[in-house]
């Protein structure tokens, strides 16, 4: 049997409203997923988490401004450039539109749970995990 | 919304039903719904109270007879962002547009962590700075952020919704006050220090641990009753307990399971006069949601228990103490961020539930709330919104208005039996602190978040717009309040400034003194407010308190 794929959850703000994290957290856990919590750590707490951990996907909890999650990416991408990032949280559509042009898909609030599940599957390439 | 419970299947919670089958209709919170009710669904001893009038006793009718006749709710919505003018600018605006009260918010960042802006976890983040709140890390900026307003005639919010900032916003706005030649007793207004925000529902990365929080907030309570007796020192916030997770009842007891941690701390202390503490700590934060009647009886519930709790468990007798003030903030978790209009709707709805209920205060979430804080616009309809319901309705001429209904009374008594059965979980694990220490309340929290999403991905919950009813023809797009580009900067200067011009000796013994109280026992607030005429900044005295008292074990959130 495959190993759950493995998927860092970080905040990139001191902002610690959590009840979205939490949700998406279970809702990846009951998809098949292992979910590491990082909670509010910096862009180069990311990276070393992301290898210590070897996950195969970051999802960024967004509570700030985006040019600090763009910071974050850039940082992920010089050190692992295929891991895959996907973000969520309270991001203004202007703020969206930024990412989604860096590829990264992003889950403003009202996302269907299900949505974001799938989304964690096809970036890990795992389509089938846990299904 | 469609038939059926959607609160939490709890196992260890006294809140098991003997009939395994859900109920067909039930409120949020999961109370089973009839389709009509009479008088023989009110419990006998609550019927009992049939004849009481707003005004009397135990005040679940409201504590006025005359209701908004003898005063209208406060207009009182949170503002603040970027550099503190920007914020002042704003609440001047909201002033000038009929805001009756104001709220200053500080930045997350720094005021929630007690962090300057030259703290590395904050120079990581340096964007994020100004987002939420106006940064202010010494009392120049504060008096920047309060320039022109009428403190002296308008109740305003210093600030320091989290515990450990308290201290230092509260002290800020009274240096300012004492600077302008207001005398501190007559001053009104009100801090926030509140431990559903800090150890609940926005969980800090650093934050003083909880006995040491209760510490400070009771030094607040005692400073206040010596020097500020028109101010209200603290807010129990059950609106951040609710929108974490808490449901109506739960909510309530942890409500009241609050009031309890502080008023027994008043009493161990020996200090004060518990009637008067009572009466300051009888402001308190609700929030309501789209569960119409069931948010509106909370309110009524609410004020029943306030009157119990004080007469049955501390003896008080002074109709002043028993009568509980509320504020209410409209559900900002409700407020999607698709079809942002619709949110409009959502806001009126939720503040009539507020104004039918029984509040003296009002804050209306922005339309724009899940896609950034509010942007002028959406500020100015939520004052709207409010002068609508006060000004063209006639709904503030009457108190009570539901007063008598077989069904709104039925869920009022109902509520009020589940919430004293969830002070009791509390209390026989110690406490309200002690199921925060331990994780058990955010536990509650999390079955119901979960229970919610369920509901709302198997179709059981309707929301117009997201889960449903998706085609969006808004003829322009809301894209969010932009940032303030250059608050992190400025900030920066500002504390390279104060470093720089600040009478160096006066800082340090202010510091060393604050610290000398900190590990020891007297009230924080003297030397508080000594510090912060001295200018000493925000991250010095988070400084003090991180060394004094340590970092609070945060239980499993997630």
């Not at chain 1, 279970?26 to 910096?42: K, N, P, S, Y």
Request: negative net charge.
């Amino acid at each position: 049997m495959e190993a759950a794929p493995r998927i860092l959850l970080a905040k990139t703000a001191l902002d610690g409203h959590w009840r979205g994290i939490s949700v998406v957290a279970r809702a990846l856990r009951d998809g098949g997923f292992q979910v590491i919590l990082g909670g509010m750590i910096t862009g180069p707490e990311i990276v070393r988490a992301a290898v210590d951990e070897d996950v195969d996907l970051v999802g960024l909890n967004i509570g700030g401004h985006v040019e600090v999650a763009e910071r974050i990416l850039a940082e992920i991408r010089s050190s692992r450039p295929e891991l895959p990032v996907f973000a969520g949280g309270v991001v203004a559509p202007w703020a969206a539109k930024r990412l989604r042009a860096l590829g990264v898909e992003v889950f403003p609030p009202g996302s269907s749970l299900d949505d974001i599940v799938a989304a964690a599957r096809r970036l890990t390439g795992r389509e089938r995990a846990g299904a | 919304m469609r038939p059926g419970p959607i609160h939490a299947a709890d196992g260890d919670d006294a809140m098991q039903r003997d009939d395994k089958a859900p109920p067909a209709f039930a409120t949020r919170s999961g109370i089973p719904l009839k389709a009509s009710y009479g008088p023989d669904d009110v419990p006998a001893d609550h019927r009992a109270l049939a004849s009481v009038l707003p005004g009397q006793p135990p005040y679940h009718r409201g504590c006025f007879p005359q209701g908004y006749r003898s005063k209208p709710w406060r207009i009182f919505q949170l503002s603040g962002f970027g550099k503190p003018e920007d914020e002042n600018e704003r609440i001047k605006f909201l002033l000038k547009n009929g805001e009756t009260g104001f709220l200053m918010e500080h930045d997350r960042n720094t005021a929630d962590h007690l962090y300057n802006v030259d703290h590395p976890e904050v120079v990581a983040r340096r964007e994020d700075v100004g987002m939420t709140g106006a940064v202010m890390q010494s009392v120049r900026e504060v008096a920047i952020c309060m320039d022109g307003l009428p403190i002296e005639r308008t109740y305003g919010h210093a600030g320091g919704a989290v515990v450990q900032h308290a201290p230092f916003a509260l002290a800020a706005y009274w240096t300012v006050a004492r600077r302008r030649g207001i005398d501190l007793r007559q001053l009104g207004g009100t801090g926030q220090s509140d431990f559903f925000l800090t150890y609940l529902g926005c969980v800090t990365k650093q934050q003083v641990p909880t006995a040491a929080g209760l510490r400070l907030n009771a030094d607040i309570i005692e400073f206040c009753g010596e020097h500020l007796p028109k101010w209200v020192p603290v807010s129990i916030a059950g609106y951040n307990g609710g929108d974490t997770g808490l449901n109506a009842w739960q909510e309530l007891g942890a409500v009241m399971a609050n009031a309890i941690e502080y008023l027994d701390e008043v009493k161990r202390r020996a200090s004060m006069d518990i009637t008067a503490a009572a009466q300051r700590v009888g402001g308190v934060n609700f929030r309501v949601t789209m569960e119409l009647f069931e948010d509106a009886a909370k309110l009524r519930a609410a004020r029943k228990m306030w009157h119990t709790l004080l007469r049955e468990r501390y003896g008080v007798t002074d109709e002043r103490a028993l009568k509980m003030r509320i504020h209410i903030v409209t559900s900002g978790a409700y407020m999607t961020y698709q079809q942002p209009f619709n949110n409009i709707v959502r806001g009126t709805l939720m503040a009539l539930t507020a104004v039918l209920g029984g509040t003296q205060s009002l804050g209306v979430s922005g339309y724009d709330e899940a896609i950034s804080i509010p942007s002028e616009h959406a500020h100015q309809m939520s004052v709207r919104i409010q002068q609508i319901l006060e000004h063209e309705t006639n709904i503030p001429a009457v108190a009570d208005p539901l007063g008598g209904s077989h069904y709104v009374e039925a869920l009022t008594a109902e509520l009020e039996r589940r919430g004293w059965e969830f002070v009791e979980q509390i209390l026989a694990q110690g406490g309200f602190l002690a199921t925060i220490d331990s994780g058990w309340l955010h536990a509650r929290a999390r079955e119901n978040q979960h229970a919610q999403s369920i509901a709302e991905t198997n179709g059981q919950l309707k929301v117009v717009g997201v889960t449903d009813f998706t085609d969006d023809i808004t003829p322009f797009e809301v894209d969010g309040f932009p940032p303030v580009s250059d608050a992190y900067d400025v900030a920066l200067e500002r504390l390279h400034a104060v470093r720089r011009e600040r009478h160096e000796a006066g800082a340090s013994e202010a510091l060393r003194n604050l610290e000398r109280t900190c590990r020891g026992t007297g009230n924080i607030m003297p030397v508080m407010m000594q510090a912060l005429d001295a200018e000493v900044t925000l991250g010095e005295v988070g400084e003090v308190f991180r060394q004094a008292w340590g970092d609070w074990k945060t239980p499993e959130l997630v």
